[in-house]
C-alpha cells in the first residue's frame, strides 16, 4: 500500500502481558515516529527513528516500552508487563525526513489492558 | 518548556464565524510548519503548511511569524464540517516533528 500500515488496528490483553505494535512506513521515508494518545487527549510523543542515526528515546514512559527499526523500514513497539494506565491509541508516523515535508500517520493501533 | 504550545480550547463557535488559533514554538532554527486536522477516533491528516509569506487555501489561512515564534491558523465561515481538533506541528533544526497538543473546534448549528 502507499500508505503508513499499523498492525493490529485492535488489540486487547490482560494486565501484566507483553505486546507487540507493528508499524510499516511509507517506503523510502526515512524518518519514523511513535506517538501515544490517550482518549480525549494530545498525542505525546513516544520515540522517533531517522536512518541510521541513534533514536531519540526521550518520550518512552518506562522502561517497559521499547523500540527498534530493522533494516531502516518495519519498527515495532514493545511494551512489556502491560498496565491499565497503557491503554491508548499508539501512532506512528512517516516522513522523508529531509526536514520540510510533512509526517503521514498510520490508522493507529488501539490498544486496552484489562 | 515544550517546544510547541497551543491553547486546547475548546473552542465554540457559530456556524459562518471566523476563529483563529495561534501556536508557539521555542526552537528558532524550526525549519517548517504545519496545521494538522484530526477528527475523533482517526489519525491526524495534514491541513496545510505554513509558509514564510503566509497562505491561503479557501476558507483557511495560515501565517507564520518568525520574529514572536507563533504560527496561526484562521477559518472563515465555518462549517459544521469544520469541527476537530487543530494541531500545530514544528520541524526543529534536529528535523524532529514536534506536536502541539490540539485545539478542539466545534462549530454549532
Not at chain 1, 17 to 26: G, H, Q, S, T, Y
Amino acid at each position: 500500500g502507499a500508505g503508513v500500515s499499523q498492525s493490529p488496528s485492535n488489540k486487547v490483553t490482560e494486565k501484566g502481558k507483553d505486546v507487540e505494535l507493528r508499524c510499516d512506513p511509507i517506503s523510502g521515508h526515512t524518518a519514523l515516529y511513535w506517538y501515544r494518545q490517550s482518549l480525549g487527549q494530545g498525542l505525546e510523543f513516544l520515540i522517533y527513528f531517522q536512518g541510521n542515526s541513534a533514536p531519540d528515546k526521550s518520550g518512552l514512559p518506562s522502561d517497559r516500552f521499547s523500540a527498534e527499526r530493522t533494516g531502516g523500514s518495519v519498527s515495532t513497539l514493545t511494551i512489556q508487563r502491560t498496565q491499565q494506565e497503557d491503554s491508548a491509541v499508539y501512532l506512528c508516523a512517516s516522513s522523508p525526513g529531509d526536514g520540510y515535508t510533512e509526517a503521514f500517520f498510520g490508522q493507529g493501533t488501539r490498544l486496552t489492558v484489562v | 518548556r515544550k517546544e510547541v504550545e497551543q491553547d486546547p480550547g475548546p473552542f465554540n463557535v457559530p456556524e459562518g464565524a471566523t476563529v483563529a488559533f495561534n501556536c508557539t514554538y521555542s526552537n528558532s532554527a524550526s525549519q517548517s510548519f504545519f496545521w494538522y486536522r484530526q477528527d475523533c477516533r482517526k489519525e491526524p491528516k495534514l491541513l496545510m503548511s505554513v509558509y514564510s509569506s503566509g497562505n491561503e487555501d479557501g476558507r483557511f489561512t495560515a501565517q507564520l511569524n518568525r520574529a514572536s515564534q507563533y504560527i496561526s491558523l484562521l477559518i472563515r465561515d465555518s462549517k459544521l464540517s469544520d469541527s476537530a481538533t487543530y494541531l500545530c506541528v514544528v520541524n526543529s533544526g534536529a528535523n524532529n516533528l514536534f506536536f502541539g497538543t490540539g485545539t478542539r473546534l466545534t462549530v454549532i448549528p
